[in-house]
Structure formats: structure tokens, C-alpha cells
């Protein structure tokens, strides 16, 4: 099947700086990707969904001036977490969809000291 | 608007005895189910599908499901456990939308255990 990679796969910042994620969709062109953010023992809970080229469209509650979504090309997203405060750590996991599927990536495990 | 219910957030099951998950979901149009497996620290990885036609889905390692419209289940199955298939197991479900994409629900997961 496709892959999807995320880099870093864990990342550890001070609170107040910024963290960014990157999803890459190794072997197809995504149409559409998912941010994904996972809380310990719970279900994946779905953050925002983007288009190449154009702004992402976030679920309600979520702040689009803390969690910045940038979908450059067919194949990159980066999810840059603004000011980060230790509530924001989390899993965070992106997933990219093609014509006929939805892939994810392995995850980002967000630790905010 | 659609859900998907996981009864159970906790499953155990002895090596080699039938594994069953269960799911119910609720879908104002036609849904297409999933399985998937998440281990520890990894995203998730599709077990199987149910868009259309057979209601019998098998799936990787072993694992099918069955989709029955009458009781709005999709429960997972297999019928001999391994320590491997320790994971966390989440149903979801969308459905097409007429612009060609969709959106997935998750459950809330179940965990499996497998005692040796």
C-alpha cells in the first residue's frame, strides 16, 4: 500500500516555542490530507483537513492561529503548532488520501515541557 | 451525521481462542466501514474495508468482518488469537460525498489483550 511519513517521529520543546510537523506521501499525490490528534487511550480526533493550495478547514474547536496548516504540493503538508504549552502535547497523527483510500502516517509523539 | 460505537474499550482474549471487536454505527446514507490496528506509538493500519457488494470482508492477518445493515454492525473477527494482534482496534466510518470525498469517524477504540 502507499506510505505516508511524518517527521519527526518525536519531538520535545520548551512551552512558548514553536513545533513543526511534516507529512509526506511517499509514492501517490495526495488529494486531500488529515490532521489527526490522539490523546492517551482515545480515538483519533480530527483536526483539520487540507487541500493543495488552498486553506485548511478546521473543526470546531480547534484554533487555526495555534495549529498552522500549510499544504504546499501534492505530497507535503506541514502542521506548525504555534506557542506551544505542555496541554498540547500529544499524538499527532497526519493522513493523506488518494483517489481510492485514506493512508496514515506513523505519528508524532508532541512533549511540551 | 454518523458515529461508530466500540462496545468494549477492553478486550482479553487467551492465545488461540476467537477474537471478536464490536461495532455499531449509525449512517443517514450508505456507509462504508473500516477496521483498523494501531500498536503502541504507530499510526494506524488498514485491517479492511466494506464499501459495497459482499457484506463478508476479509482482511490482513487473518481478520474479517462482517457488515449486516439490519443491525448497523461491523464487528471484527478472528477466529484464533496470536500475541501478535495485541493492539488497539478502531472501527470507523464515512461515507462519499457527491464532490467525491469523504470524512472518517472513529470509535473510540478497543484495546486487545492476548494471554499466552
Known amino acids: 500500500g502507499a506510505v505516508v511519513s511524518q517527521h519527526p517521529s518525536r519531538v520535545i520543546c520548551k512551552s512558548g516555542t514553536s513545533v513543526k510537523i511534516e507529512c509526506r506521501s511517499l509514492d501517490f499525490q495526495a488529494t486531500t490530507m488529515f490532521w489527526y490528534r490522539q490523546f492517551p487511550k482515545q480515538s483519533l480526533m480530527l483536526m483539520a483537513t487540507?487541500?493543495?493550495?488552498?486553506?485548511?478547514?478546521?473543526e470546531q474547536g480547534v484554533e487555526k492561529d495555534k495549529f498552522l496548516i500549510n499544504h504546499a504540493s501534492l505530497t507535503l503538508s506541514t502542521l506548525t503548532v504555534t506557542s506551544a504549552h505542555p496541554e498540547d502535547s500529544s499524538f499527532y497523527i497526519c493522513s493523506a488520501r488518494n483517489q481510492n483510500e485514506q493512508f496514515f502516517g506513523p505519528g508524532t509523539r508532541l512533549t511540551v515541557l | 451525521a454518523q458515529s461508530v460505537t466500540q462496545l468494549g474499550s477492553h478486550v482479553s482474549v487467551s492465545e488461540g481462542a476467537l477474537v471478536l471487536l464490536r461495532c455499531n454505527y449509525s449512517?443517514?446514507?450508505?456507509?462504508?466501514l473500516f477496521w483498523y490496528v494501531q500498536y503502541p506509538n504507530q499510526g494506524l493500519q488498514l485491517l479492511l474495508k466494506?464499501?459495497?457488494?459482499?457484506?463478508l470482508v476479509k482482511g490482513i492477518n487473518g481478520f474479517e468482518a462482517e457488515f449486516k445493515k439490519s443491525e448497523t454492525s461491523f464487528h471484527l473477527t478472528k477466529p484464533s488469537a496470536h500475541m501478535s494482534d495485541a493492539a488497539e482496534y478502531f472501527c470507523a466510518v464515512s461515507f462519499a460525498s457527491g464532490a467525491g470525498s469523504y470524512q472518517l469517524t472513529f470509535g473510540k477504540g478497543t484495546k486487545l489483550s492476548v494471554i499466552p
Open positions: 487540507s487541500n493543495e493550495g488552498s486553506k485548511a478547514t478546521y
Open positions: 466494506y464499501t459495497t457488494g459482499a457484506t
Open positions: 449512517s443517514s446514507v450508505p456507509p462504508y
